[in-house]
């Protein structure tokens, strides 16, 4: 009844105008750096994140939040359309969706990637306000080792979840976390590789690395390329037919898996949207009801990933506002709007601030509602940004991106920080190493050392205390599983090539 | 030999620099505690780990002669399956052009250097007007009517809307910003 009361107060939080007005531009932002194929999701949010520096708490957080489950829906309709993925999300809508749209039926296939995307985000939205408090209290009596054994979780899954070689994304997690330690320690308030520099004292902020790896390393890797995009079709013909009810009951397992899946991806720190779509599609083909025909332009295989990949954002934002623990890029930033605006997520914030997080719980449904009849209505003039010349685009991301970074400490080290990272970026993205593991050691390394540093202190540096207590020892045993599969999955591989 | 040089230079750059890095970490100045770990622990810890893939890494090139790693994410291995079933994700691109590259990164490490000096408007007007030409725009016109007007909506934005201070310049070219601040209406 009291999840109840403070989601009504939450709802009327959300019509407030300044709140419904930045939910509208987060919503519309997050729809258009979806569509633009030089333009990540996590890029555009850390764009929109220096915007938000004036805004009021509430508002800041709404406006992140409908852009990142905006960015999980509109790239789908450039895969449909134009066999342009909008995001990474929206590669498996190239396999089903383009399909279907060159049988002639891609106002079908925009009809089910919307119907997906409603589903897949509202069940996750009610997912997230039923666990999200239930949560919070369990988190209340975690101590040191469990944090240790969640995040510890969270960087195995980004690893092993993760695209590319497993060495390479072991090392990538490596160097961030490294990143992490530089400036002065929590614990002993001894300097680490600061060199001298008197900025590096306050160690790399994470909104640096991730401005400059995502945001300046993907422009430099599209400017080595010189822009060229693919060709596009004309866009004069975008329209979306609704499947009927009879159709959507058809396909309902496939909805349940794929939201299902969605949430619990999203749940885990570490793995995002990408994993969940790339997850979803290939479980459907490999389990699904027409299995066989996944690939020929069947709704099954827009369900899947689109459910997913829009209900991984509810269940993300579980362990960021209980446990303020960031699972993704984008959730990683909105803890930064959060910590900027002097909150700290955590299990706390409901009794502290619960009129601010059921506002955000709320504008999740709102968003997601918006977001649809948004697409329904208006798909066809927000696709005609991919008119805009890329090189343009990408200019004034780079501006954003310096902007951001200044305006977050007046400092222009900082800038000069981004630029760095921005050719690590380009460098990690060129020679095959994931930036995604080393952007979440950063953010996560510093929560990961304190908490390791203070069960060390705390129980006699008995190592064996994170195995022995039984919640971190079932998560870091779940961990060691994720990390140990895909190297099992690759010696059966190998055993079995062998045997050929 | 080259390919086996070229695949294992990263993992000898980083494991080396790490090496260098864990010397640093062995020099890192504490009160130390008697029975505890120190500041030093962690880096080392992380450092540690670094080198021991790095030496698997290129040990394993060296033996495998230059084949690229075999264990990959999960993700890794259900794109590679639906891409041999479905076709191709993402279109490899063939042409690049490092030249092009290294023009933008120079030209955005001199914005950065020079944004100070001139401040924000005077550096990021040409910054965005070279940006796009440099990649192939070549509408002039619209190029530099995009760069100015772009350049002085974001000035507006940002220090009238959203109150962040943006870098003024130094004399004499901090009066063009005082202009223009005075003509938008910024205190």
Known sequence: MDILQSLAAGFVQVFVPANFVALTIGL?????????????????VVLALPFTYSMDITAAIILLTAMYVAGTYAGAWTSILFHVPGEPIDVPMLWDGYAMARKGEAAKALGWTLVSALVGGLAAATVMVLLAHPVARIALSFSTPEYFAIIFFGLATVVSLGGG????????????????????????????????????????????????????????????QRFRSAPLQSINTVATRLPTLREVAAAKSTFARGTALG??????????????????????????????????????????????????????????????????????????????????????????????????????????IGMCLIGYFAARYLVRILELPEVMVSAYVVMCCILGAFAARNNITDVWLIVVFGVVGYACERLRFPVA??????????????????????????????????????I????????????????????????? | MRTILLRALPYLLVGGFSVYLYG?????????????IGPDFWPKLVLAMTIAVCLYETLRIVLSRGQRSGASGVLQNIVERSEARYGEGYQHVEARSPLLLVAGIAL????????????????????????????????????????????????????????VSLPIGGEPFAQVTFALMRLMGIR
């Open chain 1, 28 to 44: 519309l932002l997050g729809l258009l750096v979806a569509v633009l194929p030089g333009l990540t999701l996590v890029m555009g």
């Open chain 1, 165 to 224: 070689s497993l060495s390479n994304a072991l090392i990538s997690l490596f160097l961030g976390l490294l990143i992490a330690t530089v400036g002065v320690d929590d614990t002993y308030g001894a300097q680490r590789f600061t060199f001298g520099v008197p900025i590096l004292s306050d160690g790399i902020d994470y909104l640096v690395v991730m401005v400059g790896t995502f945001g300046l390393g993907e422009v430099f890797m599209r400017m080595e």
């Open chain 1, 263 to 368: 949430i619990l991806i999203g749940l885990v720190p570490g793995a995002g949207a990408t994993v969940a779509s790339f997850l979803s599609y290939g479980i459907e083909a490999q389990y699904g009801r027409r299995r066989k025909e996944m690939g020929s332009g069947i709704a099954e295989g827009i369900i899947a990933p689109q459910t997913a990949a829009t209900s991984s954002v509810g269940g993300a934002m579980i362990p960021l506002i209980t446990m303020g623990i960031p699972g993704s890029g984008a959730t990683a930033i909105i803890l930064g709007a959060f910590l900027l605006h002097g909150l700290q997520p955590g299990p706390q914030v409901f009794e502290t601030s619960s009129h601010i997080v059921y506002a955000v719980f709320a504008s999740l449904f709102v968003g997601v």
């Open chain 1, 437 to 474: 593991p080393m952007v979440l050691g950063v953010i996560l390394g510093p929560l990961a050392e304190t908490n390791f540093m203070t069960t060390m202190i705390s129980f006699d540096n008995d190592w064996t205390t994170f195995f022995t207590r039984p919640i971190s020892g079932t």
């Open chain 1, 476 to 500: 870091m045993a779940l961990a060691i599983v994720s990390l140990a599969y895909p190297l099992a999955q690759h010696l059966r591989r190998r055993a079995a090539g062998a045997a050929r």
């Open chain 2, 24 to 36: 640093v970490a062995g020099r890192i100045e504490y009160h130390h505690r008697a029975g505890t």
């Open chain 2, 108 to 163: 955005t490490a001199v914005y950065v250097w020079v944004i100070q000096r001139l401040g924000f408007f005077l550096a990021t007007a040409p910054y965005v007007a070279v940006f796009i030409a440099l990649g192939g725009y070549r509408r002039w016109t619209l190029n530099a009517a995009t760069s100015l007007l772009g350049t002085l909506a974001m000035m507006y934005f940002f220090m009238k809307v959203v109150y």
